[in-house]
């Protein structure tokens, strides 16, 4: 579930030396460099199925990792995490930051074969403020007074006030106006089939199975030298962890127990090269807001008291992650290290729900008020054993203090589509990325509450939203870091989550792939300079 304006940062931050992040630990054998080569295939696992590959539409990141290898958007962050242009040659900005002036490619084709101009950015522009398109990420582009075209390659953005995710809310994933326009998005074969400018051509989705995408000879930075990428749906991190160590796929996301011993043998010694690094994410006990157990803020505190964290770091993950105080990582410019913590108290949990009116329990043990067992359902994505361990840990510390906790797994599509989208859920265990510039407008501000939007909590703090509309409207980092410490501290008064954890990353890629290039944006930022050499291919990718 992330922003398309992040979605490069689905494989997220590696030698984390940048605004003081902390070193990488990386797994690599030394071995001799080989010439590149064109061909081969990646096959990468993920337990969840894509919903929607028109970027647009979708806030599931499954879905946003495949678009990110199918389209560009005008800019995009290096791998040290500066502002480059992606579809964008060039770009000037007014003395004021008011006004951008983008300088667009020249010669580059949409995947049909037919430009790509001015006018597919102003129809992007068009439709992502829409109010008919069902998308959560209108917020940035309402900032916009005017769009224009100049010419075929020349299009100008007028903004009436600062915005200070202005230039990086341009990453955004440009669509064909050709295939698009005067035409209902929602029904767009695109969904399915999608056609963009970026370095891989969409080929096949079985769903459920996998989607295949095949190299774009005519990419505008260079054809990449893997011909394809198969991603594989594999709900089960058991079974996937099979077919890795049977070496049917080449990549995926470690569990710490694989990380830390299942893959400690000579076979993945010498068949994977293992990467460990803190997220650039973290993981949370969401509530509904709307359900009347989690109004009173009492409650939710009580509930992040009663769950002990580093139980949860040393037991779920062996120690790989850190303790999530709130949205932003530490380390970050943006953190506030100094915000309310809820270090394990059971004893002030019941005081609080004894304040809050849960005073009887029943037979069971279980707190009651007005006659109404405290009984909630958490439901969390099948495939994903490190979250479920989570809620099996945290079923068991909230019935210590008289909570009763039902667990309930869902497969990933039916999570997202019947129960997030459609807010019938009374509490979750889920996680965000972390993007680079702090703007949490989408999730939090309570404007982003409709159906398909992010704050699908239901959170309303008229405070907060001040606080988010101010950051996002000064360029002064100081300024903006004294409204987002403030933000912080509010969400930890009120706990509209229970913010549990910060991962590490930890990830394999089979030894036969090679360039891979560790850097402070991550792991993806050269993909398509990433090669097998050509002794070493095992499949072929036919058109």
């Not at 030394?30 to 010439?35: H, S």
């Not at 998308?135 to 309402?142: N, S």
Request: charged letters at 25%; one cysteine or more; aromatic letters at 12%.
């Amino acid at each position: 579930m992330c922003l398309w304006r992040i979605i490069f940062l689905i494989l997220v931050a590696l030698l984390l030396s940048a605004c003081g992040r902390e070193a990488a630990d990386v797994e690599i054998s030394a071995r001799a460099d080989k010439p590149p080569a064109y061909g081969d295939i990646i096959v990468r696992g993920d337990i969840g199925d894509a919903s929607n590959l028109i970027p647009l539409l979708a806030s599931d990141s499954p879905s946003h990792t495949i678009a990110g290898l199918i389209y560009n958007g005008l800019v995009k962050y290096d791998k040290n995490m500066n502002i480059i242009g992606d579809l964008a040659e060039s770009w000037n900005i007014s003395p004021n930051g008011l006004v951008i002036t983008f300088h667009l490619r020249q010669g580059v084709k949409w995947h049909d074969g037919k430009p790509f101009t001015a006018r597919d950015v102003l129809y992007t522009y068009k439709v992502t403020v829409d109010p008919k398109t069902p998308t959560a990420y209108a917020g940035d582009f309402l900032k916009v007074k005017k769009a224009e075209v100049l010419d075929d390659y020349t299009f100008r953005v007028i903004y009436d006030k600062p915005f200070a995710p202005a230039l990086i809310s341009w990453s955004m994933s440009v669509l064909p106006r050709h295939l698009l326009e005067g035409k209902d998005i929602t029904k767009s074969e695109l969904s399915r089939r999608p056609v963009g400018t970026g370095p891989y051509i969409f080929k096949e989705w079985v769903a459920g199975q996998k989607i295949v995408l095949v190299a774009n000879p005519d990419y505008f930075e260079g054809r990449p030298y893997i011909d394809g990428r198969v991603t594989r749906i594999i709900p089960d991190t058991a079974t996937m962890f099979l077919e890795l160590r049977a070496r049917n796929i080449d990549m995926m996301g470690l569990t710490p127990l694989q990380y830390t011993r299942q893959t400690e043998n000579n076979l993945f010694r010498q068949n994977f090269d293992k990467y460990r690094y803190l997220a650039f994410a973290y993981t949370y006990l969401g509530y509904n807001l709307k359900h009347p157990f989690f109004a009173d803020k009492r409650v939710r505190q009580a509930i992040s008291y009663a769950i002990n964290k580093e139980e949860i770091i040393s037991g779920v993950l062996l120690g790989l992650g850190k303790p999530a105080t709130g949205p932003y990582k530490p380390g970050t410019w943006a953190y506030n290290e100094n915000v309310k913590k809820y270090d394990y108290n059971p004893q002030k949990a019941r005081e609080l729900l004894r304040a809050a009116g849960w005073t009887k329990t029943n037979k069971d043990g279980i707190l009651e008020k007005d006659g109404r067992p405290f009984t909630f359902e958490l439901i969390t994505n099948q495939g994903n054993e490190t979250r479920q361990k989570c809620a099996e840990i945290i079923q068991r510390q909230l019935k210590e203090v008289g909570i009763d906790v039902k667990i309930r797994i869902l497969e990933w599509a039916a999570f997202i589509n019947d129960f997030i989208n459609k807010r019938r859920f009374e509490a979750i265990i889920l996680g965000w990325t972390i993007p680079l510039d702090p703007d949490a407008f989408d999730v939090w501000h309570s404007s982003k509450t409709a159906p398909q939007e992010l704050n699908f909590i239901s959170y309303k703090n008229p405070e907060v939203d001040a606080l988010l509309e101010k950051a996002r409207s000064t360029f002064d980092q100081k300024q903006r870091k004294k409204y987002y410490n403030r933000f912080q501290e509010i969400l930890a008064e009120d706990q509209p989550y229970t913010f549990l954890y910060v991962p590490d990353e930890l990830i394999i890629i089979s030894k036969r792939i090679r360039n891979i290039e560790p850097a402070p944006i991550g792991l993806g930022h050269n993909f398509i300079r990433w090669f097998v050499p050509k002794d070493e291919q095992k499949y072929t990718m036919s058109r």
